[in-house]
């Protein structure tokens, strides 16, 4: 059984750029989404939506060490809250390559999640994540531009 998905991409843009576009909702509405709040600080509450799915997801911030790494734990489905139902772990961490910075995103914690809804969110997020980081790509490298 999968538990993690991993992807990691080089982004044109300094640490800091990248570092703005994952964590403020400013950011966070150019390339994940369409709507998106953020209270940047362990314990702090996230939410995500794509008003084009008609759907959201609830996420609670775990680390934030600025400007290398950032996790939240996020809720399985649009239903749930991250603290009360099933969740994953999302981990970002930025490197900084002299051409531009690395960004690799780890989820994590799929193997935990219910029978019922482990294989669409394995497919969804793998895909997904595949997707939305090159919406991260584009939109640093159209600012960058």
């Known amino acids: 059984m999968q538990?993690?998905?991993e992807r990691t991409?080089?982004?044109p843009g300094t640490i800091e750029a990248v570092w703005t576009a994952?964590?403020?909702a400013e950011g966070i509405r150019?390339?994940?989404g369409d709507e998106a709040e953020i209270d940047l600080k362990a314990g702090g509450e996230a939410r995500f939506g794509w008003t084009e799915y008609e759907a959201s997801s609830h996420a609670i911030v775990v680390d934030v060490e600025p400007p290398t790494r950032f996790s939240?734990?996020?809720a399985a489905t649009g239903s749930e809250r991250a603290d009360t139902g099933p969740s994953t772990l999302v981990e970002f961490t930025l490197e900084s390559t002299g051409t531009g910075t690395s960004v690799t995103v780890v989820e994590s914690?799929?193997?935990s999640l219910p029978p019922e809804i482990y294989e669409q969110s394995i497919e969804?997020?793998?895909s997904g994540w595949k997707t939305e980081m090159q919406d991260l790509h584009d939109y640093l490298a159209a600012v960058d531009a």
């Open 9 to 11: 991409i080089e982004i």
């Open 30 to 32: 150019s390339w994940f």
């Open 124 to 126: 969804e997020n793998t």
């Open 109 to 111: 914690g799929f193997a």
């Open 3 to 5: 538990d993690t998905i």
């Open 22 to 24: 994952l964590t403020t």
């Open 72 to 74: 939240y734990r996020w």
